[in-house]
Each structure stands twice: as structure tokens, then as C-alpha cells.
């Protein structure tokens, strides 16, 4: 069936067409197909002008989902707020699944792009909306190329399956090139829901140098550093309460945090490995667990317990003090925690892709879920929660029902444009910050490479909050 050019006149908010058409371009290097593919995506929150943008899909990731789903394109749409229309064009992929990535075999292969533009062009015109025409006078509409780039130069994918709860997910070792030309190696684990969002990633180091294939190196899990922008400004969060945790582990007292989102298990082993801390850690799909324990190192023990569960029900119901309230195996997991928990750390990201990458779930803002969670904290307990606000006002909001609730309100910028972390304690506090008795503290700043997010933390002000936009 011929699709009527019609049809992309007007813009349809979520709107989301893909099609292929003869590959005109098989004479130059990028675009190597019979076919190509183009994904017409129109934004969810379309207001103002009508502004097209298009995207060429980069060689040999067009199965990648960040460029072969819908949520993927929507992700890439919501990261230029702008725009009202995405356009991707790319060689259409053999494999309808993600594929492991190498990089171009010539430089050739990516030196021809002002002329693919120039010859995508009349086609772009032709996928334009009526406004974008009317704005020029009825002269052709300016379309520019957005670039995408990332570190990955090469990936293998390890293993694809599908989750309950997450739905379908991968777990891929990927070859970055970082700073000076030096290569870094990690595992990452991502869902197709949210593609473009890192889930879970850990670094990896191969057992020798000299390799030609990622596909046949031996890599090592390195669970003695956090890769995640956000989680060591998560893990220097629990500065604020330095002095009584190295009191209580001076008491001979181990401390204990709840973890709700475990993912691949990147900050549990840390906190469980680095500062000693006995760990619960609640994850909503039995799946992710499985890949967590199989390809990240995640291991049961007496001082790290895993659950399924949904982290924020479950909170409820702890709070509530329901006996048998989850199931036998999560109860036989929780009589084994005796007392309280001196941090609940949260790291959960909203499963709607049309607010774009977003945490935590609007559900977890709620006062009756906040006020459960700090019954089951400590006097000196401490709350920390990574937060990627959407706008301002959900920020705000977030931030007045921390204040309402708890006593203090602390928070990190992330400085990555997309994190800020927020710390809430039960009871004021005495923050230290240059203790050289506090033994705790010397050896977080150790094991977290510095004081850099220890220093920059802030006490919460309205009036100061770094969040832009509306």
C-alpha cells in the first residue's frame, strides 16, 4: 500500500510512521542497502512553530533500539525540546534485534555527509508540515541534521531475553574511547522500553591488551568504582550523616540500606563491598535479578538480601508494619534485617518513555509513601534518592513533599545536565566534612576517588535550586 505524502502535512502529537523506500544512494559508502528505513516521529507535546530536524541512523547501528524503536526515537525527539517533527533515515537493518556494533572498516564510510544531506534533502522537503512553508513565505523550509555521538565505538551483545515486569532488556560489553585516545571497557545493561538510558553499567577490564575482537577477550568485572554519573554523588550523600555511622560501626554495629531498584547490582556490591554495609535490595522483576547475578557479579549472602517486589508497595506495606504482608520467600528475606535502616537509597526511573528519561515515578512523590518510608529509617537515618526532573515544577514538587515530611533537605548536582540528587534525614544534623577522626568518612572519600560530591552538597534553598525550564 503507497503511503499518501498528505499524511505528513500536519503535525499529530506522538505520531509515529516508519516506511522503507528504494535506496538511491547505493554509490556512496554510509548507506550500503537496497533499502532504507525512515522514521517519521511527531513530538507528544508538539506547541509553538513547527521545527523538522533530521537524524542520520550511524553506520552499522541501525538495530540498535535507541534507532530502530519507537521509544528509542522518542527519546532521541525529547533530548531537543524544540523540535516538533524527528526525522531517522539509515540502511534498513538485516536483523530485526540488536546486533553487535563495529566500527566503519574505511573513514570513507562516514567523510560523505554534507552529500547524503544534500541528497536526502527533496525527500525532507516532502515530509515537511504546511506550516514550516507558510513561516518561510511559501520558500522551502530550513532542515537541519542533528548529529548523534556517544563513546561506543564497538559492542557485543551478550544476551537478550525478556522480564515480567521490564519487558524486553540486553546486556552488552561495549568498547568506549575516552580522553586522549585511551579505551575504556564496560557491561551495560539497558531496557527496550527506555533504550537510550543506561540501566545498569560496570566497568570491565580485558585479561590482555592485545586483541583484534571484543567477541574473544576474557573481561573482568570491576565492582570497586561506580561508572554511573549518579552514583557516587548517591553514595557521597551519606556524608551528611558521617559521624553516626562511624559511631555505630565503632559500637561494632554493621550499617544497614534498603535499595530499592537493583538493576545490575552496580551500587548494592559497591555499598555492600566498599563500606561494609548489610543491603536489601528490592527489585521489581525476577528477570533482572537473574541477569544482575549471572553477567554483574551480583551475589546472595548474609549481608546482601534480594527481592522481587514493587519497591514503592513494599515500602508502603513495611511501613504500615503488615505482617506477612509480601510473600514467603520476600518475609523470610526481611526477618533475617533486624531493626532499622540507616539509608533507603532509590534509584527508580519512570516506565512512561513519553515524559523522556524521568525519576522517580510520580507514585513514589506521594506523602503516605514518604512518611512509611521514614518509619522504617533510623533516628539518623538518611533518604537518598536520584532524580532526573522532566521540568521544573516536577522538581518543585518533589523537593516541597521531601520538606514536608523529613527534617532536612540536602541535594547534589549531578553537573551531567540530567541528575540532581537529593538527600532527606529523619532528625537534624551536624554535617562533617573535614573530620580525620571520622574513619567512616576518610575511607568513603577514599573509595569515591575524592571529596568533590562530598563538598559540593547543599542544603536545599527554593530560592537556589539549580532546575531550569518550565
Known amino acids: ?70 521509544p528509542g526515537h522518542l527519546q532521541l525527539l525529547l533530548s531537543f525540546p524544540h523540535l516538533s517533527r524527528l526525522v531517522l533515515i539509515g540502511n534498513s537493518p538485516d536483523s530485526p534485534l540488536p546486533t553487535s556494533y563495529k566500527p566503519p572498516l574505511s573513514a570513507n564510510a562516514v567523510s560523505e555527509t554534507s552529500v547524503i544531506e544534500e541528497s536526502l534533502m527533496p525527500l525532507l522537503i516532502a515530509l515537511s508540515p504546511k506550516e514550516a512553508f507558510h513561516r518561510t513565505g511559501g520558500g522551502l523550509p530550513q532542515i537541519p541534521f542533528l548529529s548523534y555521538e556517544d563513546e561506543v565505538i564497538r559492542s557485543v551483545v551478550l544476551e537478550i531475553c525478556v522480564g515480567d515486569r521490564v519487558g524486553e532488556m540486553l546486556v552488552e560489553d561495549v568498547g568506549l574511547e575516552v580522553t586522549s585516545g585511551d579505551r575504556e571497557f564496560r557491561r551495560r545493561l539497558r531496557f527496550k522500553r527506555m533504550p537510550n538510558l543506561i540501566q545498569t553499567q560496570m566497568r570491565v577490564h580485558p585479561d590482555s591488551l592485545d586483541f583484534q575482537e571484543l567477541e574473544t577477550v576474557e573481561l573482568r568485572l570491576d565492582n570497586g568504582i561506580l561508572v554511573h554519573p549518579y552514583l557516587t554523588p548517591m553514595v557521597a550523600g551519606l556524608s551528611v550523616i558521617a559521624s553516626y555511622l562511624d559511631n555505630q560501626i565503632q559500637s561494632g554495629f554493621r550499617p544497614k540500606a534498603l535499595c530499592l531498584g537493583v538493576g545490575g547490582g552496580a551500587l548494592l556490591s559497591f555499598l555492600n563491598a566498599q563500606l561494609g554495609f548489610e543491603v536489601l535490595g528490592i527489585e ?76 522517580p515515578p510520580p507514585e513514589f512523590v506521594q506523602k503516605s509513601i514518604l512518611l512509611a518510608a521514614k518509619t522504617l529509617l533510623s533516628e539518623h537515618g538518611v533518604l537518598i534518592i536520584n532524580v532526573i526532573p522532566p521540568c521544573k515544577r516536577f522538581y518543585e514538587t518533589l523537593t516541597d513533599a521531601f520538606q514536608d515530611v523529613f527534617e532536612e533537605l540536602y541535594e547534589i548536582d549531578v553537573a551531567d545536565k540530567e541528575n540532581f540528587v537529593v538527600i532527606a534525614t529523619v532528625s537534624q544534623i551536624q554535617r562533617v566534612s573535614g573530620d580525620a577522626d571520622n574513619t567512616f568518612l576518610s575511607k568513603m572519600k577514599s573509595v569515591t576517588s575524592g571529596s568533590s560530591y562530598i563538598d559540593s552538597i547543599r542544603v536545599f534553598s527554593s530560592a537556589t535550586a539549580a532546575i531550569d525550564g518550565g
Open 1 to 70: 500500500m503507497s503511503l499518501d505524502p498528505a499524511t505528513f502535512e500536519t503535525i499529530v502529537p506522538s505520531r509515529h510512521i516508519t516506511f522503507t523506500l528504494p535506496n538511491p544512494l547505493l554509490h556512496l559508502n554510509h548507506f550500503n542497502a537496497s533499502l532504507l528505513r525512515v522514521a517519521v516521529l511527531d513530538s507528544p507535546t508538539a506547541a509553538g512553530p513547527a521545527m523538522t530536524a533530521a537524524m542520520l541512523v550511524p553506520l552499522y547501528r541501525e538495530s540498535d533500539w535507541t534507532f530502530s524503536t519507537e
Open 284 to 359: 521489581e522483576d525476577e528477570a533482572v535479578l537473574r541477569i544482575a547475578r549471572k553477567y554483574f557479579g551480583l551475589k546472595d549472602s548474609e549481608s546482601m538480601h534480594l527481592c522481587v517486589g514493587d519497591g514503592i508497595q513494599m515500602i508502603e506495606k513495611l511501613g504500615l508494619g503488615v505482617p506477612n504482608g509480601i510473600d514467603a520467600r520476600t518475609d523470610n528475606v526481611l526477618d533475617k534485617i533486624n531493626g532499622k535502616f540507616n539509608a533507603i537509597m532509590v534509584d527508580l526511573d519512570s516506565s512512561d518513555a513519553r515524559m523522556g528519561t524521568s525519576a
